[in-house]
């Protein structure tokens, strides 16, 4: 048998994380989404629980289970949805992670009956969505610690420490999807965090669960560094 025992290195902070994809609705029966598992964001919650955080997961939809009663989570489904209940979280968090996958587009209207088929093309106007993390960058007071994520298939550095800094964010934590088995629905990650003093992290290709534990401990020796 296998004992855990909850540390309290982060007992009394407030954890807002962001998990999984959203759904923007086209109809009432089709959506727009992406692969997205949510099984970084739930690793991370699960982790950050066990080093004694106060966690309150805002959640897209996705098939995990909901392992931990420790743990508060709010089901969301599109990206205005999320947004909203994350700027209300935000205001009473310590530490805010954005690992959700959210939509950057939405259709402009949702048709209200099924749309049928016909001999033309079908053209479906999209409008950007509010950017999550950026308006949280914006809206950081002192003392909040903000984590981003970034997806991205070529230039990834540049990219990742273009998201750090445009979104004001204190750690970007880059995914890369040129490495195979890592990402997207696999059950193993491989990632980058930078901080903005320069520093770099490297998890290797680890699982999500020893990904989350990583990011964990570089904001608890952020927290403590700071103290
Ligand atoms: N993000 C967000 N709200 C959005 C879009 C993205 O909070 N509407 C967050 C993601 O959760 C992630 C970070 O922003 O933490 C970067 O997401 P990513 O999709 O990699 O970057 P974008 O800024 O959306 O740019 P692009 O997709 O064009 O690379
Ligand atoms: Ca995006």
Do not use: C, W
């Amino acid at each position: 048998e296998h004992f855990f025992f909850r540390g309290d290195a982060l007992k009394g902070k407030k954890v807002l994380i962001t998990a999984g994809p959203t759904q923007e609705l086209i109809d009432p029966v089709r959506f727009i989404s992406n692969h997205s598992s949510g099984k970084m964001g739930y690793a991370l919650a699960e982790a950050f629980y066990m080093h004694g955080a106060d966690v309150h997961v805002v959640t897209g939809p996705v098939n995990l289970p909901h392992s931990n009663n420790g743990i508060r989570f709010s089901k969301v489904v599109s990206a205005n949805e999320m947004y909203n209940a994350a700027v209300d979280a935000f205001k009473d968090a310590d530490i805010a992670v954005m690992s959700a996958a959210v939509a950057d587009y939405t259709p402009a209207e949702v048709a209200e009956e099924k749309i049928k088929k016909n001999d033309g093309e079908l053209v479906i106007r999209l409008l950007k969505t509010k950017d999550i993390l950026k308006s949280l960058g914006q809206l950081k007071k002192p003392g909040q610690l903000l984590v981003g994520f970034a997806l991205e298939t070529n230039n990834e550095r540049e990219n990742a420490l273009q998201k750090l800094n445009s979104k004001n964010a204190d750690l970007i934590v880059l995914n890369s999807l040129r490495d195979t088995n890592a990402g997207f629905g696999y059950d193993t990650n491989n990632v980058t965090v930078f901080d903005k003093e320069g520093n770099v992290f490297e998890s290797g290709l680890v699982s999500k669960q020893q990904v989350a534990e990583d990011i964990v401990n570089i904001i608890i020796k952020k927290l403590y560094d700071k103290a």
